[in-house]
């Protein structure tokens, strides 16, 4: 060979391939944001080998953002089987039709779980409805997330007596005028026609501006 080395006989070696061992994916971060230019709000998953999926939603509010992250802590942390905040209002198995050993894309309806104007949050946990071997299987075949669906972008910027809050349409960007703002500390405005809104501030230390609301 290159090296000077001297070639032995030719080996016959056999390889025994199998089917790909089943897996789910999708988002993985706390907050997702459906595509406000879908038809239907739907959540994107990736499967391979799964014919179905068990989709579980619950009906949330901004108010329940801390539940939400305590009951994903305690998870994190104490492997526990705790519920999440909220109601429930999807409880379903759906099909994903896959076929043998091909990545297969998925998307959740989420129609039946928000309102009549398919806005709303919601926290998602998908899963399929086999057995698992243990606790950390579980968990990696397992996706959760708090979903926002939502036609209304939010940017904000302040300081400690006063919020600068920026509304726009997701679809293109443009401002969007008389949306009302409010923020957890009581205050509240209406966007001018540049989607600008000003708020005053008037929280304190053990009140402080932590959430931002527009609708």
């Known amino acids: 060979d290159i090296f000077c080395q001297t070639l032995g006989q030719d080996e016959t070696v056999r390889f025994k391939v199998g089917t790909a061992r089943p897996y789910l994916s999708g988002p993985t971060d706390m907050l997702t944001t459906l595509d406000p230019s879908a038809a239907e709000p739907q959540l994107t998953v990736y499967t391979m080998n799964e014919d179905k999926l068990v989709v579980k939603a619950y009906a949330v509010t901004p108010e329940d953002w801390p539940a939400y992250v305590q009951y994903r802590r305690d998870l994190d942390q104490y492997e526990s089987k705790a519920t999440p905040p909220g109601q429930l209002v999807l409880d379903e198995t759906i ?114 501006a932590t959430k931002l609301t527009a609708g």
């Open 95 to 208: 099909s994903t039709n896959s076929q043998e050993d091909v990545l297969t894309e998925t998307a959740v309806l989420l129609s039946k779980a928000l309102g009549e104007d398919n806005t709303g949050h919601l926290i998602v946990i998908i899963q399929p409805p086999r057995r698992f071997s243990d606790f950390w299987e579980q968990r990696r075949q397992t996706v959760q997330t708090w979903v926002q669906a939502t036609q209304i972008g939010l940017d904000a910027i302040g300081d400690p007596t006063r919020l600068i809050a920026w509304t726009t349409d997701l679809k293109d960007g443009s401002p969007l005028a008389g949306t009302a703002v409010t923020a957890n500390t009581g205050g509240s405005a209406q966007t001018d026609p540049q989607g600008l809104a000003s708020l005053p501030l008037p929280g304190s230390a053990s009140n402080p």
